[in-house]
């Protein structure tokens, strides 16, 4: 639905149509990644911190997208995006804490 997607988010502004399709396939390559590694025994700590980079770059290029004004132009939009955002950031900052619980992170 990636028009859809692109009304939400931009009204009139032209979301590229493409941008949301790729953005959409790497997400669920992301999402079936990310469940084979939670049915890992013991996740490496490269692993998680191969995810939490994932999530600080999503939080990153949002507020990239919103400080410029590119894209992502309605309030609804804006604030769907701040929003996922900041739960976004808070899971890469949770995966770091977890593995530090887990694994002896600093080897």
């Known amino acids: 639905m990636p028009i859809k997607v692109a009304v939400f988010l931009g009204g009139d ?9 790729i953005l959409g396939v790497v997400l669920v390559i992301n999402g079936l990644h990310l469940i084979w590694a939670s ?4 996740p490496n700590k490269w692993l998680i911190l191969y995810f939490s980079f994932g999530d600080f ?3 990153i290029s949002s507020s990239f997208l919103l400080l410029m004004r590119l894209w992502i132009t309605t309030m609804a939009g804006i604030i769907t995006t701040i929003l996922v955002a900041l ?21």
């Open 13 to 21: 502004t032209h979301f590229p149509e493409l941008i949301l399709q």
């Open 87 to 107: 739960m976004v950031t808070v899971f890469g900052i949770m995966q770091i804490i977890k593995s530090r619980e887990m694994c002896n992170f600093h080897d």
């Open 57 to 59: 770059l999503w939080a």
């Open 39 to 42: 049915l890992q025994q013991t």
